[in-house]
């Protein structure tokens, strides 16, 4: 069974440019939760994804947002790139309402230059 | 107030020994779950062990065991036997809360445990 799928794997961008960030969960998993981790604020929760839509956010600022698609794979956006955007996203997926474990995929590093 | 407390920043281990990473944490809520992942230097998380509120027994996964202390609010991971592929950072997680349709699979992190095993 393949795991969660994180693309791409290392980005660079430039400060002010626009990054899009894939995530596929794992087949039957239908909820998909976004993190930031930096060594500064270690994990922080981005939002999270059930059904398409968004069932809960944190404390980011409107740059950053989501989507989810119908067959549960989903994508992060950051605008406006900051050097504080400079951070491994972590996608995580689990099966909703098992209350078990959530997989993470490998993550996403990205550094604003 | 941090809703998980992970006290030991740092820790060396001597190869083949047991070890014990603590995490308390903080909650309201009756129902909720607790994590611990490892993540090795490549940054993936890898999910080692789940408990439950409810759950009576301690969970177990091969060598990794979780000591639950429900009223000391205290979620301690032990792994037995330790081997250098165990050199890692560990961390303790909380999803507060049942899950439902209207949301609920955030977890809150603690700051993590580097646990580095000795040959």
């Known amino acids: 069974k393949a795991g969660v799928t994180q693309t791409p794997r290392y980005l660079i961008k430039t400060r002010g440019q626009q990054v899009t960030l894939s995530c596929s969960p794992i087949s039957g998993h239908r909820s998909v939760s976004w993190y930031q981790q930096t060594p500064g604020q270690g994990l922080q929760f981005l939002f999270e994804y059930f059904s398409e839509t968004q069932r809960n956010k944190g404390n980011f600022p409107g740059r950053f947002s989501g989507r989810q698609f119908s067959n549960s794979r989903s994508e992060m956006n950051v605008s406006t790139l900051e050097l504080g955007d400079s951070a491994l996203y972590l996608c995580a997926s689990s099966f909703r309402g098992a209350n078990t474990e959530a997989f993470f995929g490998q993550g996403t590093r990205l550094t604003v230059v | 107030a941090q809703k998980i407390t992970q006290t030991q920043p740092g820790m060396f281990v001597q190869e083949k020994e047991a070890v014990t990473l603590d995490c308390t944490y903080d909650t309201s809520d009756q129902s909720y779950g607790l994590f611990w992942y490892k993540q090795p230097s490549s940054g993936e998380m890898i999910f080692l062990i789940y408990?439950?509120?409810?759950?009576?027994q301690n969970a177990t996964e091969g060598r990794y065991s979780l000591n639950f202390q429900k009223a000391r609010k205290s979620a301690n991971l032990v792994i037995s036997a330790s081997q250098l592929g165990d050199s890692a950072m560990y961390f303790c997680a909380m999803r507060e809360g049942r899950v439902s349709n209207f949301g609920n699979e955030k977890l809150t992190f603690g700051t993590g445990t580097r646990l580095t095993i000795i040959p």
């Open positions: 408990q439950g509120s409810y759950d009576e």
